[in-house]
């Protein structure tokens, strides 16, 4: 059984930076492919980003392509979203997730945390 919890979501202005955490426990949390997701009121959840368990791989969905980076602590079992230059359709609360497989389909991540409420408003 793995655990996840998220943490670092804040309120910050346009234009701003954040980053959110990710703390992995349980038996195995090294070698699972961790993804971000979030999802806005009235929308469906997305992927954000993922990361493959040696961090040689990852995937970005294009909204959020060169903004913000995923990487991982594979020693603290620690995953890390940054975030820059934030814009209020980035509002949403972020789940991290992990699974087998590199992708930031939802349906093929098993273990999910709870999620961190990052809003972005002046």
């Known amino acids: 059984q793995l655990q996840l919890v998220e943490s670092g979501g804040d309120l910050v202005q346009p234009g701003g930076s954040l980053r959110l955490s990710c703390a992995a426990s349980?038996?195995?949390?090294?070698?699972?492919?961790i993804g971000w997701f979030r999802q806005a009121p009235g929308k469906e959840r997305e992927g954000v980003a993922c990361?493959?368990?040696?961090?040689?791989?990852?995937r970005y969905a294009e909204s959020v392509q060169g903004r913000f980076s995923i990487a991982r602590d594979n020693r603290n079992n620690i995953i890390y979203l940054h975030m820059k230059n934030l814009e209020s359709e980035d509002t949403a609360v972020y789940y991290c997730?992990?699974?087998?497989?590199?992708?930031?389909?939802?349906?093929?991540?098993?273990?999910w945390g709870q999620g961190t409420q990052v809003t972005v408003s002046s």
């Open positions: 990361i493959s368990s040696d961090s040689g791989n990852r």
């Open positions: 349980g038996v195995g949390a090294y070698y699972y492919t």
């Open positions: 997730a992990a699974g087998s497989i590199l992708n930031l389909d939802e349906r093929l991540y098993d273990y």
